[in-house]
């Protein structure tokens, strides 16, 4: 469903568990911008769990780079009332989730110029399209 991410260059992925440091694991760029995708226990359409980038258009139509990239927003962003790092842990206690698959993809950086925020609402209206449904973590398009 999601094959045109495929068409980026830069991407990756990493797992994390519970008892994992999530700056330890997370291979995502600190100097980038992009989206990234979050499945609970394996990677499949039915377990996304979350959408969410990384970097955003500036006024002046030039892409304006989080800090510390996709990377650090990964680590250090805030979900759940906390940084993720001590929230996801605590998520995945409470909702039985032995292992989170992250996908990452450089939108917008050496090889491409796409604005994360332009295909995270594709990705979420296509979802919405296929599930009728954003997924469970995402709160808006």
């Not at 499949?44 to 650090?72: A, K, P, Q, V, W």
Request: proline share 4%.
């Amino acid at each position: 469903m999601f094959t045109y991410l495929d068409t980026f260059q830069e991407k990756g992925q990493f797992e994390f568990c519970p008892t994992d440091i999530l700056s330890q694991v997370c291979n995502a760029p600190k100097d980038s911008s992009g989206i990234y995708l979050i499945y609970k226990n394996e990677i499949c359409l039915s377990n996304l769990i979350y959408i969410g980038i990384s970097g955003r258009e500036g006024s002046n139509n030039e892409i304006i780079h989080r800090l510390d990239g996709i990377g650090g927003r990964i680590v250090n962003g805030k979900q759940f009332g906390e940084s993720r790092r001590k929230s996801w842990p605590k998520k995945m206690a409470e909702e039985d989730i032995e292992k989170l698959h992250v996908q990452w993809f450089i939108t917008y950086g050496r090889y491409n110029e796409q604005y994360p925020r332009q295909i995270e609402q594709k990705l979420l209206t296509l979802l919405i399209g296929h599930k009728g449904c954003l997924p469970i973590w995402n709160k808006q398009i």
